[in-house]
């Protein structure tokens, strides 16, 4: 039963991928616009453009076009950028690896923001510190992402000058300056993906507290906070579970805005700049790996509520 259900998983997610690959593919290449002229210019030969055309097998069906475009993506190869000739490849893999990084100290501070508040919050429900954290979860639920940036920005950076406006990750010489660049949009994304798993692990704990285990494990004379740590929490993750891998998706997939406030070397903000410049072969790189860790963000969700909840493991 446990093997079948994770088995099931999988194949949906590999379903997933090729239907989103297949819209990928289809909703970019069939963009107004004539590629060869917009690349080689206006004082291109139209055997230049015939020429160009095969190359870039624009001159096959769409389907052909496809066919050969996944099976290279299979490979590793996406082809070569129409605005550098580089291959696209080295371009998005140095992008890819700062995104992840960011990701990563993003995901370090929300999985300590999020437990703590949310713990406080439901260990001291109705009180003064329950009402106050509500108060900013929903006033973080509200606002944007570039409003919280600027105002990050404006606060630590203009008004309190302790940190970088920009992430220029290549002029970080040292550890220290790389986690300095890094800082801002980490909190900035930190901040933005906690407000709401503050509130679900709130109500969950809630909940769990209110069990009779609970209130047994407090008579044998263990503090609240104890009993949180130990029992309620662990109980209380699994629904959670859920919003964290669509956190983590966004973490790494969702970034386009925030990096572009910080001008942060990453994938969204390469992302944006190639859709400027009609940069096809890098435009459908780019959101074809977001896709891809979106839905094994989901997948790992999955499996992981899979092995966590006994009636779906034992069947």
Not at 83 to 98: C, F, G, M, Q, Y
Not at 150 to 164: D, M
Not at 284 to 290: Q, Y
Request: proline share 4%; aromatic share 8%.
């Amino acid at each position: 039963m446990l093997w079948r259900l994770i088995g099931t998983r999988l194949a949906l997610a590999a379903l997933t991928l090729l239907l989103v690959s297949i819209i990928i593919f289809v909703g970019i290449e069939v963009l107004p616009g004539d590629v060869a002229s917009r690349v080689l210019g206006r004082e291109a030969t139209a055997s230049q453009k015939a020429i160009f055309r095969e190359q870039m097998h624009l001159d096959r069906p769409l389907y052909e076009r496809y066919l050969i475009w996944v099976s290279n993506a299979l490979q590793g190869d996406f082809g070569r950028a129409l605005t550098s000739d580089r291959e696209v490849v080295d371009i998005v893999t140095p992008k890819l690896r700062n995104t992840l990084l960011l990701a990563a100290f993003s995901f370090l501070l929300y999985i300590p923001l999020t437990l703590i508040f949310a713990i406080i919050s439901a260990v001291k429900r109705n009180s003064f510190m329950d009402n106050l954290i509500s108060g900013l979860t929903i006033v973080g639920l509200s606002t944007p992402e570039f409003l919280l940036a600027t105002v990050l920005l404006l606060l630590f950076a203009v008004k309190i000058p302790v940190l970088p406006t920009i992430s220029a990750l290549e002029k970080a010489k040292t550890l220290g300056d790389f986690v300095r660049f890094m800082t801002l949009p980490a909190i900035t994304l930190a901040i933005v993906t906690s407000v709401y798993a503050i509130r679900m692990l709130r109500d969950n704990l809630i909940e769990v507290l209110d069990a009779d285990y609970i209130k047994m494990a407090q008579l044998k004379g263990l503090s609240i906070w104890q009993v949180t740590w130990r029992h309620a929490v662990p109980n209380a993750l699994l629904p959670t579970l859920n919003v964290t891998a669509l956190n983590l998706a966004y973490l790494i997939g969702g970034v386009v805005i925030v990096e572009r406030v910080f001008v942060f070397p990453g994938m969204g903000n390469h992302l944006v700049n190639a859709i400027q410049l009609l940069d096809v072969p890098v435009i459908e790189a780019i959101v074809l790996i977001i896709s891809a860790i979106y839905i094994l963000s989901n997948l790992v969700a999955d499996v992981a509520g899979i092995l966590l909840t006994p009636r779906l493991r034992t069947g």
